[in-house]
DNA sequence: TATTGTTATACTCTATAACTATA
DNA sequence: TATAGTTATAGAGTATAACAATA
């Protein structure tokens, strides 16, 4: 029996919390996705990949680790599932030949389509009680707020937990 | 070498994913305050349960875990952390003897006044570029965002991951 | 000497199943 | 029979450390 005050469906004290509800947003649409993204055979992080890769000539997997926020270690893999399914190929950077030039393929192309009109389904969901305006609003937020942590991100890189 | 086209920083194809920046947001405010918190010895878990007892006579164990997205079994170390620390008190509720009413201490009190102070400085901190009249549009789109997701959570539960 | 990518291993965290007590 | 809470265990996911190739 949830007493005392509530707002929004929550105890007052949880929905006061400044970015909770943000951060259960965030939540929510990455778990809606992973449902939606199972009839196509991959994960959330394999959609982002290709999205990257989908307009960039090439990344290496360290740039992709930084993006994504996930330890280089998991890259290998990730890119390996894309690579066996013909999503994407690997080459040696001749500049540097340490690092491994992912590029995306046609088919991966096509992937990347058909998963980002169902990652559209799902913002248009779960984004639905807000206005194009508020909408547009919180999107052009999160870019600005977001700014300096990828520039920060790209010299002093965090990883997950 | 990031070639192609950037935005706000990320691969443009990345940041275009709706709601990828937003995840990431609540990622980063979640990492920063579990840094902040740890001088006073609790995870981001403990204090979100004080904010949400500060504001209801008693909850469930099981009514917090739903808003938490936790599942039960966590509940029970998580109260047990705290009750150890004398932050909150168990008692079984007369009217189902099967529940536990939770309950804050005066001592949890303190703590979780300290604990949301800690929150509201990252909250300020990492929505600086936004003026006080996009913070506030964003925070409110937030609550219309989740309020139809946790009328359908009290009811059908699901957990993380 | 430092960095990219790789592999194998250890660790952390979470979910699962089984149990007690209450309903 | 179903539910709240508890416990122990198994499983998933991740980070750590060590290595090869290259800078």
Redesign the interface.
């Known amino acids: 029996?949830?007493?005392?005050?509530m707002?929004?469906?929550?105890?007052?004290?949880?929905?006061?919390?400044?970015?909770?509800?943000?951060?259960?947003?965030?939540?929510?649409?990455?778990?809606r996705l992973e449902e939606e993204l199972k009839p196509l055979g991959i994960r959330v992080r394999h959609?982002?990949v290709l999205?990257?890769?989908?307009?960039?000539?090439?990344?290496?997997q360290q740039?992709m680790a930084g993006?994504l926020?996930l330890d280089p270690t998991l890259m290998v893999g990730l890119i390996d599932d894309l690579e066996t399914r013909g999503l994407c190929e690997r080459t040696r950077d001749p500049r540097d030949r340490r690092r491994h030039s992912v590029r995306i393929t046609e088919d991966g192309r096509d992937l990347h389509d058909r998963a980002?009109a169902l990652?559209?389904e799902?913002?248009?969901d779960?984004?639905g009680?807000?206005s194009s305006d508020?909408?547009r609003?919180?999107?052009k937020?999160?870019?600005?707020?977001?700014?300096?942590?990828?520039?920060e991100q790209?010299i002093r890189p965090?990883r997950?937990r």
Do not use: H, I, N
């Not at 890769?53 to 290496?60: D, M, N, Q």
């Not at 937020?141 to 520039?151: D, I, L, N, S, T």
């Open positions: 029996m949830a007493e005392g005050s707002r929004d469906g929550l105890p007052e004290g949880l929905a006061s919390v400044t970015g909770f509800q943000l951060s259960k947003c965030g939540w929510w649409l990455e778990q959609f982002l999205a990257m890769l989908s307009t960039s000539e090439t990344l290496s740039e993006y926020l980002r990652a559209d799902v913002g248009a779960v984004f009680p807000l508020e909408l609003t919180v999107v937020a999160m870019g600005r707020v977001m700014e300096p942590f990828w520039a790209m965090r997950k």
